[in-house]
């Protein structure tokens, strides 16, 4: 992955998505280039995907807390 992707909030890798999908549904790039914008997309979507999962996991993390330290209290009562 390069380092702009790493570097990209979700965010910012949406908005890069959207970009793409705007500038192919134009119709007006050369083959290469639209091969090459296409290309650009994956990677933003590979870099968000990654994020997604990121939080995802954080997020089952913290569930997970929630339904120990909740376990704990009911232990103690």
């Known amino acids: 992955m ?3 992707a790493k570097l990209k909030s979700i965010e910012g890798c949406f908005a890069e998505i959207e970009q793409v999908v ?3 549904e134009g ?3 050369p083959l290469e280039q ?3 914008r296409y290309e650009a997309g994956l990677k933003h979507l590979q870099a968000a995907r990654k994020q ?3 939080y995802d996991a ?3 993390e ?3 807390d929630a339904v120990s330290d909740k ?6 009562l």
């Open 27 to 29: 119709g007006d790039l």
């Open 58 to 60: 954080r997020l089952k």
């Open 22 to 24: 705007d500038d192919l």
């Open 71 to 76: 376990d704990t209290e009911e232990d103690v």
């Open 2 to 4: 390069s380092s702009m």
């Open 62 to 64: 913290l569930q997970d």
């Open 52 to 54: 997604l999962d990121a």
């Open 34 to 36: 639209a091969f090459k």
